[in-house]
């Protein structure tokens, strides 16, 4: 089977002994505070981000934190966080800015593509290395920055002020940027084991563990003998010596030294930034730092449990395992590399026996090739289902299951367009009334609505429900209500066969019936009372007369939602109908149909969830998914539903988070672009939002907004792109979002909210 070259590529730098610049340890700096961070081993084996701001002792919390957590790396006011799977071969990096206090805003999302095989940082700025041809990509992106693109870099990335620095395939240095200190020919040649850059120098290990330094103050300093380690500071390093006794040596600016009190101390790992350095001990995991006088006081210990070193593949660990990995790393095949020791034999990564034909074929190099395969297989599967949807045109529409959610035992008159009342309706019905769900419903007469709705006119059709249409009635007592009608007709969008048009229409309307009856909450509509009479399911709802969120953003001429606070305070209501749902019901529900004209908006701009006839019962607590056929509309369903049929609340998520897209854009979900090709609003807008472009996306309807509401749109849009991230386990849950929503809508008027987390708890 043939490969292509990018993929041959990283299977043969996957065979080499490369040391990559993945840290747990991280520093940032901001206003004469600082915020020291690291990976802390907690329950199951999960590590949890955890950052202590300087002078004053106290813990900052971050939210919501990254699942899966590989690596951290920081700056001058942010933090950035490494999420690798390496069974998707996926990496995702999350950063948190801090404002002139120090304290951390909600995580941004800067990159979600292929695997990252190393992570380091500036002070200004974060750099990666693809895994697939080890090219060197850093954030922020700006035209004409180094940053932009670093060329090429097999391991061991190095990033300076302006400059670039990495190990080649061959393990020799190469650097660059535009520091001449550091990029004419400046740098040592040779084979090393590490390379570690500064503001404006940079140190590297050599194989046989002599260290060279270059660039701004350091060349010439570095002191003798076997080191494995190196941290580069501002004119300042700091070095773990060889195995002799693994304590760590200080020079620099200042006749800088280690403290006396830590000289004795065996160190694993260290990080330096500027003028603090923080080790991890080896006695016991706990994290210590020094350096900066102002800011750390004679009591240098931060806190203990550290995760000494990155989760990683066993075939990268070219110097051997550290002896306790399995004590941190619990998937199979992860294991925590060695830094290399001059003083000791390298220990190769164990290598499969060769098969029968004599090729030499690793657990990576299959697994590399699998993806490959299954890559190809995806993309033809896609293709095929996109000219199925083609060809049967259902753009926009709604699907439902393919079979009962529960299983019924009445049957209506074949080929007959009025259906009567069956045993099984009539049974969940009376098991409805019994259990006290329904009891404070009224139960209206047929003749009743009828003649409310004027025998159900079609002058009075107001729009389209889950199983029937809706239409605009007064009762008796001058009360305005909305009437939802079940479809009869054969020729519905339910009634696709006589006897499965009846199941589907009985499910929805005791769904609806049974999900609303114990619903209280003023972002859900409002039940009032129900028909079921010579064979016509009829639901009465509270009347709002402002339209649906869909007529607002895509029909109407004339719409109140015309200003960004407006936008954000709409969504804000429909998050927190949805998180009650999800987090307040008991049983949960899962709403699978959340869009745009599913949410109702009253006189004074409110806005309120409604049709609940897709609506299932949330998971037990031993349960992770619902399995069920895709049920939905097309262009908001979680792609994790519609293709595996996993069902949980993330699925809602997702769903909003493109309702969200929506209100920022004004376009549709599926909506055509200007060559008339139907585009999906996700993958036209997100891409906007994470190069930091939304401007070029916002709906033109809307005016611009101010600067203090570009920086609360700008949150919206973030928060949107992780809602419909691909992996649901990745998306923030419905309080989140709504926490979310709500600080941005107080940032419209107070800019500083969003600066500020103050009360925000970590998940």
């Known amino acids: 089977m043939a490969m292509n070259a990018s993929l041959l590529g990283l299977l043969f730098v996957s065979l080499l002994p490369f040391s990559h610049s993945l840290s747990t340890l991280a520093i940032s700096e901001t206003n004469n505070q600082a915020v020291i961070c690291a990976l802390i081993k907690s329950q199951n084996s999960i590590f949890s981000l955890n950052c202590t701001l300087f002078p004053q002792r106290t813990q900052l919390l971050l939210s919501p934190a990254p699942p899966s957590l590989t690596a951290v790396a920081a700056g001058d006011g942010f933090i950035c966080a490494l999420s690798s799977s390496h069974p998707t071969f996926k990496s995702i990096i999350f950063c948190w800015r801090f404002s002139d206090a120090a304290i951390p805003m909600d995580r941004k999302r800067i990159y979600n593509g292929t695997l990252l095989t190393d992570l380091t940082s500036s002070n200004s700025r974060i750099c990666g290395i693809h895994a697939t041809g080890a090219a060197a990509e850093c954030w922020p992106k700006r035209s004409g920055d180094i940053g932009s693109s670093g060329g090429v870099f097999a391991s061991s990335l190095a990033v ?71 941290a580069v500071g501002e004119d300042r390093v700091c070095a773990i010596r060889a195995r002799a006794d693994d304590v760590v040596v200080c020079w620099g600016r200042g006749e800088f030294s280690l403290p006396e009190s830590l000289r004795d101390e065996a160190f694993v790992a260290i990080q330096g930034r500027r003028d603090i350095f923080c080790g991890v001990l080896k006695s016991n995991n706990s994290l210590v730092c020094w350096g900066n006088e102002v800011l750390l006081d004679s009591d240098s210990f931060v806190f203990g449990d550290v995760v000494p070193f990155p989760c990683m593949v066993k075939e990268e660990c070219g110097c051997g395992y550290w002896p306790s990995y399995g004590d941190y790393c619990v998937d199979e095949g992860l294991v925590m590399c060695q830094p290399c020791d001059p003083e000791l034999p390298v220990v190769a990564a164990p290598v499969p026996p060769p098969s029968s034909g004599g090729n030499k074929w690793n657990r990576r190099m299959v697994a590399f090739m699998v993806v490959g395969c299954v890559g190809s297989l995806s993309s033809l599967v896609a293709l095929c289902v996109f000219l199925f949807l083609r060809y049967i045109k259902i753009r926009g529409s709604r699907i439902h299951d393919s079979g009962r959610l529960e299983e019924g035992d009445g049957e209506g008159e074949p080929g007959s367009p009025q259906l009567v009342r069956r045993p099984a309706l009539e049974k969940k019905l009376s098991h409805l009334i019994s ?16 003649m409310a709705t004027d025998n159900f006119s079609e002058e009075l059709k107001i729009g389209s429900g889950s199983f029937g249409s809706v239409y605009r009635a007064t009762l008796e007592d001058g009360r305005l209500v909305a009437v939802k009608r079940a479809e009869s007709s054969v020729s519905s969008s339910y009634a696709m066969a006589s006897k499965r048009g009846q199941e589907d229409r009985d499910i929805a309307f005791v769904n609806e019936l049974e999900f609303l009856s114990r619903l209280n909450h003023k972002n859900l509509v409002k039940l009032l009372g129900y028909c079921e009479e010579s064979g016509e399911l009829v639901l009465v709802y509270e009347y709002l007369d402002n339209g649906t969120l869909s007529d607002h953003l895509h029909k109407f001429d004339k719409t109140s939602l015309m200003s960004w606070p407006v936008r954000i305070k709409v969504a804000l209501d429909a998050a927190r109908g949805i998180e009650y749902l999800h987090e307040y019901a008991v049983p949960s529900i899962i709403h699978r149909d959340i869009k745009p004209s599913n949410i109702l908006l009253d006189s004074r701009g409110g806005a309120k969830v409604s049709d609940f006839g897709l609506s299932l019962r949330g998971p037990e607590e031993d349960e992770s998914h619902l399995s069920q056929r895709a049920a939905g509309t097309m262009g908001y369903m979680d792609p994790e539903y519609y293709r595996l049929q996993l069902l949980t609340t993330k699925s809602d998520v997702y769903s909003f988070g493109v309702v969200l897209l929506e209100l920022i854009s004004g376009c549709k979900a599926i909506h055509k672009n200007e060559f008339g090709v139907p585009r999906n609003v996700v993958d036209y807008v997100v891409p906007y939002i994470i190069q930091d472009d939304i401007h070029r996306i916002l709906d033109p309807r ?62």
């Open 160 to 230: 300076g002020e302006d400059f670039l620095c990495g190990l080649s395939e061959s393990r020799e240095i190469s650097c660059s940027g535009g520091d001449r200190n550091v990029t004419t020919r400046d740098w040592p040649t040779g084979q090393f084991n590490v390379v570690v850059a500064g503001v404006r120098g940079a140190c590297g290990v050599r194989e046989n563990g002599s260290l060279e330094c270059w660039g701004g103050n350091l060349a010439g300093e570095a002191p003798q003998g076997g080191f494995k380690s190196v």
């Open 435 to 450: 259990t006290g769900n329904g009891g404070h419903l009224e139960e209206f007469s047929l003749g009743v609505l009828l």
């Open 702 to 763: 809307v005016a611009p907004p101010s600067p203090f509401e570009i920086e609360a749109v700008r949150y919206v849009g973030y928060l949107a792109a992780d809602c419909v991230t691909l992996e649901g386990r990745y998306r923030p849950t419905m309080s989140e979002v709504a926490n979310s929503l709500d600080r941005a809508l107080e940032a419209c008027l107070a800019p500083q909210v969003l600066s500020r987390s103050a009360s925000i708890s970590s998940t």
